[in-house]
């Protein structure tokens, strides 16, 4: 029996909330890094007897379409899944719903659920240095109770009742395009690491709009903090959702 990751995190938060769970796993854990755009995910199987951690982000409401892409090429030959989303404090919506949606098309049985919260991606302020210590305990706990069911009696086949609609919320645009200020020293690290391909080698300055999918991992990875967005379209969207965002979330465990 192996414990999978197969995480979707740009900025590290997402990545971080799963390592944290995983720390309960007394064995080895693998991660499959759904922002590799190099990796052909249609040739991955996962073995029957495996037990899956499939997290990523909330972006809107919703799972990073680029994300969802990649997940649902991945077979998972009836594998147990805990599915996990994590959010800026603001809500997740219907992106537990729709991983739920994904993973069990990919052949995997959702046996639990986890939502999460970490600093915002785009506008910091909001879950500031989230995951804590705080957090850290509650995951911890949230994940004894996982992988002692797992590993113990076998685990009920009832599907846990997770929140969310269907049909989904309609899903939202990119719109923030971040782009690279005259610090740029053109290194190329941006392109070399951008989980949509859509910064070129030949032109780092800016990034296809098309593509962009603005998960911000171009601005985290630049060595001179050289790539920024609007800064007038980030300050609407920070007062957009300050109220939503005003108090703490907790972490929720579905089982």
Not at 2 to 11: D, G, H, K, N, Y
Not at 23 to 34: K, N, S
Not at 186 to 196: N, Y
Request: aromatic letters at 4%.
């Amino acid at each position: 029996m192996e414990l999978i990751q197969i995480v979707f995190s740009p900025t590290g938060g997402t990545g971080k909330v799963a390592d944290i769970i995983t720390e309960e796993w007394d064995g080895a854990v693998t991660r499959i890094d759904l922002s590799n755009a190099e990796t052909d995910f249609s040739k991955i199987i996962i073995g029957q007897e495996d037990i899956v951690l499939a997290a990523v982000p909330s972006y809107g409401g919703r799972v990073p379409a680029l994300a969802a892409k990649r997940l649902m090429e991945i077979r998972g030959n009836r594998a147990k899944c805990i599915i996990v989303c994590v959010y800026g404090n603001r809500a997740y919506e219907d992106t537990l719903v729709e991983l739920q949606d994904i993973v069990e098309s990919c052949g995997f049985q959702t046996v639990a659920a986890v939502s999460a919260v970490a600093e915002h991606s785009i506008i910091h302020q909001y879950a500031a240095g989230r995951p804590d210590e705080k957090d850290a305990e509650e995951l911890h706990g949230f994940a004894k109770t996982l992988f002692g069911r797992l590993k113990g009696t076998k685990i009920s086949e009832t599907v846990p009742e997770i929140p969310g609609s269907r049909p989904y919320k309609k899903a939202g645009g990119a719109g923030l395009v971040p782009k690279a200020t005259k610090d740029c020293v053109s290194c190329g690290l941006c392109a070399e690491g951008c989980p949509a391909q859509a910064i070129s080698r030949e032109n780092l300055k800016t990034a296809d709009a098309k593509k962009c999918i603005s998960c911000m991992r171009c601005v985290v990875r630049c060595p001179k903090s050289a790539r920024k967005t609007n800064g007038a379209l980030v300050s609407v969207a920070a007062l957009a959702i300050k109220k939503a965002c005003s108090e703490r979330k907790g972490n929720e465990l579905f089982i």
